[in-house]
T-cell receptor
Framework: DTEVTQTPKHLVMGMTNKKSLKCEQH?????MYWYKQKAKKPPELMFVYSYEKLSINESVPSRFSPECPNSSLLNLHLHALQPEDSALYLC????????????FGDGTRLSIL | EDQVTQSPEALRLQEGESSSLNCSYT??????LFWYRQDPGKGPEFLFT?????EEKEKERLKATLTKKESFLHITAPKPEDSATYLC????????????WGLGTSLAVNP
């Protein structure tokens, strides 16, 4: 069982909807990440939070809005998505050392109609 | 430009047939080389971190090794449940947590 929990597992939404993806970890990690993964591709970094502050935004469109309410929780708010945004969205966490491994959740499979 | 290349893209083995997956990297200031396993519809599962050339790590039928240019994931006597995509990723000193990923090797082990 993964120690990073993501909900929901599946989400279908229309292009005008607003929804949120949630991620929770209880490993005491202070770095948390959002990734997007398309089929047969590696994960693509979207955002990094360090000590609850946004430290990296990989030029992600503003229709994706991250939030880190506390050290265990990470949200990704979605609004006015496009069909090409359909993908597996992964959350990960890691220790603060620069070479600490990232631990992933099982993702949310997002489909945009 | 920093780059990670995995080979082969796909590998099909018979149960018990040992083999190796390759991860070649050109990364300035390597801080860590990570191996992950990913099953369909799941997130990557962390396997190993290697930090310096000559280092080896083992877990059940898997053994990861590192040189200054590449890493190998050796699979000894694989079983069907070892079927998955294996990803390697590098962390370099200047990238501020952004890993450099290979495209993965899709492994199928036939009973």
């Amino acid at each position: 069982d993964t120690e990073v929990t993501q909900t929901p597992k599946h989400l279908v939404m229309g292009m005008t909807n607003k929804k949120s993806l949630k991620c929770e970890q209880h490993m005491g990690h202070r770095a948390m990440y959002w990734y997007k993964q398309k089929a047969k591709k590696p994960p693509e970094l979207m955002f990094v939070y360090s000590y609850e502050k946004l430290s990296i935004n990989e030029s992600v469109p503003s229709r994706f809005s991250p939030e880190c309410p506390n050290s265990s929780l990470l949200n990704l708010h979605l609004h006015a998505l496009q069909p090409e945004d359909s993908a597996l969205y992964l959350c990960a966490s890691s220790g603060q050392g620069g070479n600490q491994p990232q631990h992933f959740g099982d993702g949310t499979r997002l489909s945009i109609l | 430009e920093d780059q990670v290349t995995q080979s082969p893209e796909a590998l099909r083995l018979q149960e018990g047939e040992s083999s190796s997956l390759n991860c070649s990297y050109t990364v300035s200031g390597l801080r860590g080389l990570f191996w992950y396993r990913q099953d369909p519809g799941k997130g990557p599962e962390f396997l190993f971190t290697l930090y310096s050339a000559g280092e080896e790590k083992e877990k059940e039928r898997l053994k990861a090794t590192l040189t200054k240019k590449e890493s190998f994931l050796h699979i000894t006597a694989p079983k069907p449940e070892d079927s998955a995509t294996y990803l390697c990723a590098a962390d370099n000193a200047g990238n501020n947590r952004k890993l450099i990923w290979g495209l993965g090797t899709s492994l199928a082990v036939n009973p």
